[in-house]
Structure formats: structure tokens, C-alpha cells
């Protein structure tokens, strides 16, 4: 079963488009980045996901259940954080927390837990006014995790976390979902995306341009392989005339562009069979900051 389904989800106001037939399918169990410009639309998605806006069509299922007819069920096992968290700043780091238990009942020690996890403890009797920007989106982390829900949905979870922090939020999504908790979240820092995430979504303007696993978007893209060999001009000469994409590289060296490994497996192993000694080799991924881009920028050819 899909964590989050969407039909052809759309959402307009006025003449405006600002979804058009988006489709999600994000896997129980999994982290599913969702990545976007500004103004693509990834709030307007996640404000329909959690009931914040109107839907127009009953096309969105959480956990198989409809949102419009099961509101109530689904979010009361949905964490989320939504654009900036909202505290009550008069009362203490703790307090926060013991209000939102009168909800839950889930008592002094879950308090404490979470507050562990997001590495508040130490400014529990702080009130929240004077916590900095990190310390709040933490608090609003540990806001939501704290009825243990299955289903996180988070916002741009990372705003205004150090590179600590960003670390430590990182670790715990890792060990959240390896309890088994499915995490929906939008960030704008895609080179914490491709270490955290296992499933990316890609919208543009209010489109759908990419969705599946990370190490299949990551597939998708040409590779530079630069090889050190002993003879650069046989070994140009050979590659080109089995229409490999090379050219020689500084001193001894030389690039190959591959679209997969049976196209690397292919390159050593011609280079082997025409008696080319191989001395090293480099493979220049590309990240998904560049995928990203390159993304963006076909969409609009």
C-alpha cells in the first residue's frame, strides 16, 4: 500500500492554475523528497494533503482512506510542519509540549523522549520566545512527532538549521523511518535530499516532470569516466571508432561520457583487448543539483 496516493490532483484559483494533474505515489516506509522552485507548488500540495485547502475532486487517498471522507482518522496519525511552526511564546520549551499532552496523553516521559530526539532537552525550561530560528524549527519537529504518527509531512524542515543542526535532523529522519514511519517533505537544500531521501518528486510549474526512486533519477543522467592510460591517442582513436564519446584529457588522462555500467563494463573492456594499460579511474557523477537543473530546464524546451 502507497503512504500517499493523488489522482490528477489540481488546484486552481481564478483563471490561475497552480496544480495540473499531479499524481503522487509515495511508498509506505519511504523518505519522499519533493522538490520544486519557488512557486512550483509544492505548499499548495502539501496545504491540500493535510485538508488546509478546499479539495476539488476526492483524489487523495492517505493509508487507502480518503482524505475528504476520513479527515479526522488520517490526520490524527499525521505529523506535519508547515511553513513556520507556531508556539505559544509566553510559555517554556516544556510547557509547549504538556499543552499539546492534554490533547494526546501521552504523558511526562513522551515529553522528555522527544525533546531528546531533536536535542531540546537541555533548553526544555527556555520559554519559546527566546529560542533562535533553529531551536523553533526543532520544537516544531518535535510538535510533530510527539503523537508517534506513521505519516510525517514536512515543510522546509531544514530553515534555519546550522550545519549541525541540518546533520542532526538528517539523523533523525533516518531513525525515524527506520521505525517504519513514511516522511513527506519539501526542501530547498537538494544536496541533503540526496543523502536523506529514497524516493524524489520533481514539479514545475505546477506539473509533475519527475517521480521515482532517488538512484533512478540519479541513473538517468550521462557520467564523465576519466581514464589514465598509457597510449591516450590509441585508446581516442579506439573508443571513438566504436562511437564512445571521448576526448583526451590533461597529460595522460582521458574522458569518456557512459550512460550505465554496461556502457563502463564495455570501455574497460576494450581498452583491455587492445592491450591498453589502465593506471586509474575516476567517475564524475553528476549530483541532483545538476539533475535538478538540467530537469527544469527541458521542461520549458
Known amino acids: 500500500m502507497e503512504s500517499i496516493t493523488t489522482t490528477n490532483l489540481n488546484y486552481t484559483i481564478g483563471s490561475k492554475t497552480i496544480l495540473k494533474d499531479i499524481s503522487l505515489h509515495v511508498p509506505n516506509g519511504s ?16 496545504k491540500l494533503l493535510l485538508g488546509l485547502l478546499e479539495q476539488q475532486n476526492d483524489n487523495i487517498l492517505i493509508q487507502g482512506k480518503s482524505l475528504q471522507k476520513d479527515r479526522t482518522e488520517i490526520l490524527s496519525a499525521t505529523g506535519n510542519l508547515i511553513e513556520s511552526p507556531c508556539f505559544y511564546t509566553k510559555l517554556t520549551v516544556f510547557e509547549n509540549l504538556k499543552y499539546l499532552d492534554i490533547i494526546y496523553g501521552k504523558g511526562t516521559k513522551r515529553i522528555d523522549e522527544v525533546l531528546e530526539l531533536v536535542d531540546l532537552h537541555r533548553e526544555k525550561k527556555k520559554k ?57 517533505l519539501s526542501s530547498h537544500i537538494l544536496s541533503e535530499l540526496e543523502k536523506t531521501a529514497t524516493h524524489i518528486g520533481i514539479i514545475e510549474g505546477g506539473k509533475m516532470i519527475f517521480q521515482g526512486t532517488k538512484n ?42 557512459i550512460n550505465d ?28 543539483e545538476q539533475i535538478f537543473i538540467n530537469l527544469i530546464s527541458n521542461s520549458h524546451d
Open 31 to 46: 523518505i519522499y523528497g519533493y522538490l520544486g522552485r519557488n512557486g512550483a507548488g509544492k505548499s499548495t500540495t502539501i
Open 128 to 184: 519559546t520566545s527566546a529560542l533562535s530560528m533553529g531551536m523553533k524549527q526543532r520544537l516544531g519537529i518535535a510538535m510533530a512527532i510527539f503523537h508517534d504518527p506513521q505519516l510525517l509531512i514536512l515543510d522546509e524542515p531544514l530553515n534555519g538549521l546550522d550545519p549541525q543542526g541540518i546533520f542532526e535532523m538528517r539523523k533523525l529522519f533516518q531513525h525515524l523511518n527506520a521505525q517504519g514511519k513514511t516522511i513527506f
Open 216 to 257: 533512478e533519477l540519479l541513473s538517468r543522467v550521462e557520467k564523465t569516466v576519466v581514464v589514465r592510460v598509457n597510449n591516450t591517442e590509441k585508446a581516442v582513436s579506439v573508443l571513438q571508432g566504436i562511437h564512445f564519446q571521448v576526448s583526451q584529457s590533461d597529460g595522460n588522462k582521458i574522458s569518456v561520457t
Open 261 to 288: 555500467d554496461q556502457a563502463f563494463h564495455s570501455l574497460l573492456k576494450v581498452l583491455i583487448q587492445h592491450d591498453l594499460e589502465i593506471y586509474e579511474i575516476e567517475s564524475q557523477n553528476a549530483n541532483l
